[in-house]
Nanobody, 126 residues
């Protein structure tokens, strides 16, 4: 199995940028599809972005498309979420997750992810 630790969250103003990191330990990082999800208070956890094992294929939620970029560095066992043009509605706890799924399309539901980090808080003020 794999252990995931997120970092990089914080308090920013609308229009600012943040980069989240998700560092993995344990089983080979490159064997997992990686995803980012977020959960705001009182709301369900929602999909943000996912990336395949090689980093060559990505998928995004419509709400972040064009503003967020998911990437990974398999040599560093780390996945990233670059968030630009942040909006107050992006405020949430952000989680990274790892999936052993080999099926396409890339998984976008929580149930298809096997391992989760503890989350990092992102707060965007208006």
């Amino acid at each position: 199995q794999v252990q995931l630790v997120e970092s990089g969250g914080g308090l920013v103003q609308a229009g600012d940028s943040l980069r989240l990191s998700c560092t993995a330990s344990g089983r080979a990082f490159s064997s997992y599809v990686m995803g980012w999800f977020r959960q705001a208070p009182g709301k369900e956890r929602e999909f943000v972005a996912a990336i395949d094992r090689s980093g060559g294929s990505t998928v995004y939620a419509d709400s972040v498309k064009g503003r967020f970029t998911i990437s990974r560095d398999n040599a560093k066992d780390t996945a990233y979420l670059q968030m630009n043009s942040l909006k107050p509605e992006d405020t949430a706890n952000y989680y990274c997750a790892a999936s052993v799924s080999y099926y396409l399309p890339l998984p976008i539901t929580t149930g298809r992810y096997n391992y989760w980090g503890q989350g990092t808080q992102v707060t965007v003020s208006s």
